[in-house]
């Protein structure tokens, strides 16, 4: 038995445990989960049992709610329970957790962009900005912005957004190892030992394709300085006008919504 804490509107958001049972182990009467009504116990496609919790009728179709997640009743639909357990996603009928949800919304992406925006510039992002144009409803913005970025899915999107970017300059990973190739040849040529073992580094790193955190060259050093505030002013204006078309992470839950 799997059980699996709730804090649902039904229950006046009071913390209760739910209980989920691979079907081997289960003892009483239990339907397949289309069929169920509220209250009885359902079958998952993957074999696991559970209670259902809601059964909700609207005008493009019926939703089931389990303690694990959601789906829609036809006739190729599907419920399993454990790709919904192995990324923690109780709440909506998708199986992708909370932060690669919140890493698909338009405010993480606009992020993204004035984050770059000061990257390429070569200037220190702020963060106290950055974090009034992404959440301004937190307590702290700053520090949920650099929680953010720390993410391992975020950390992905700027490596990816660099190479981008780069890429648009005609700098890729065959212009990177061809220059460092050619600093290895001058090294040589110079007899300088001391370099020639950190150009070698460099391309050891670059054979394994790790892009770097920050990375500057000559070509690159651009005044952008009105670039940030322009960006800035246009992502803060994108998300006033999107904002209410995007609910937060919990609003999935709807009518048997669950706080924190």
Request: one cysteine or more; charged letters at 30%.
């Amino acid at each position: 038995m799997i059980t699996i804490p709730r804090k649902l509107k039904i229950n006046n958001f009071q913390e209760v445990e739910y209980e989920v049972y691979p079907v081997k182990d289960f003892q009483l009467t239990y339907k397949h989960w289309k069929k169920c009504k509220e209250g009885d116990w359902g079958v998952s496609d993957d074999g696991y049992v559970a209670q259902c919790l809601a059964v909700k009728t609207y005008s493009s179709g019926v939703e089931m709610t389990y303690p694990y997640g959601k789906q829609w009743v036809t006739k190729t639909s599907k419920l399993e329970f454990l790709p919904h357990w192995e990324t923690k996603s109780f709440n909506s009928v998708s199986t992708k957790s909370q932060m690669q949800l919140e890493l698909q919304k338009r405010r993480s992406k606009d992020l993204l962009e004035a984050y770059m925006t000061y990257i390429m510039a070569g200037k220190t992002p702020d963060f106290e900005k950055l974090g009034q144009m992404y959440r301004p409803d937190q307590k702290k913005p700053a520090w949920t912005v650099k929680r953010l970025l720390k993410t391992k899915g975020m950390k992905q999107m700027i490596k990816d957004k660099m190479k981008e970017v780069l890429t648009e300059r005609g700098i890729d990973e065959g212009y990177v190892l061809d220059t460092i190739k050619d600093a290895i040849g001058v090294a040589k040529v110079n007899e300088d030992p001391g370099n020639m073992i950190k150009a070698a580094k460099e391309l050891s790193d670059y054979l394994d394709m790790k892009p770097k955190a920050k990375t500057q060259t000559d070509t690159l050093e651009l005044d952008l300085s009105h670039q940030i505030e322009a960006n800035f002013e246009k992502q803060t204006k994108k998300l006033t006008a999107t904002k209410t078309q995007e609910l937060p992470s919990e609003a999935e839950d709807n009518d048997i919504g669950e706080k924190g």
